[in-house]
């Protein structure tokens, strides 16, 4: 059972980039899938979370509008698509799922509601300026 995150790089302010998470050794289907990031000194924030059943999204504030959280069953595989990037999206990216399925703000942070069965191994992005 794992998830294996890729999509990572480097990309001038401005850029996209689309990070992947792969699942194995499990079906993703009825998983929150979330999406976390930890950038320097700081500490790990949740970026986005899907629910398992009817696919609703939650957001940070800072990347609402410019994020966007998707999965593929068919392929076991969920997705963060990340636009207009900005310097302060510098940050490790990892993925997650909770077999809870459910999402929630905590601390208008989007997390998934039982906590993470499984983690990822992150992925660095780096905007430059």
């Known amino acids: 059972v794992q998830l294996q995150a890729s999509g990572g790089g480097l990309v001038q302010a401005g850029g996209s980039l689309r990070l992947s998470c792969a699942a194995s050794?499990?079906?993703?289907?009825?998983?929150?899938i979330v999406w976390f990031r930890q950038a320097p000194g700081k500490e790990r924030e949740g970026v986005s979370c899907?629910?398992?059943?009817?696919?609703?999204?939650y957001y940070g504030d800072s990347v609402k509008g410019r994020f966007t959280i998707s999965r593929d069953n068919a392929k076991n595989t969920f997705y963060l698509q990340m636009n207009s990037l900005e310097p302060e999206d510098k940050a490790v990216y990892y993925c997650?799922?909770?077999?809870?399925?459910?999402?929630?703000?905590?601390?208008?942070?989007?997390?998934?509601?039982?906590?993470?069965?499984?983690w990822g191994k992150g992925t660095l992005v780096t905007v430059s300026s």
């Open positions: 899907m629910t398992g059943s009817d696919g609703s999204t």
């Open positions: 050794g499990f079906s993703l289907d009825y998983y929150a």
């Open positions: 997650a799922t909770d077999s809870g399925g459910l999402c929630y703000y905590s601390d208008s942070l989007p997390t998934a509601n039982y906590g993470m069965d499984t």
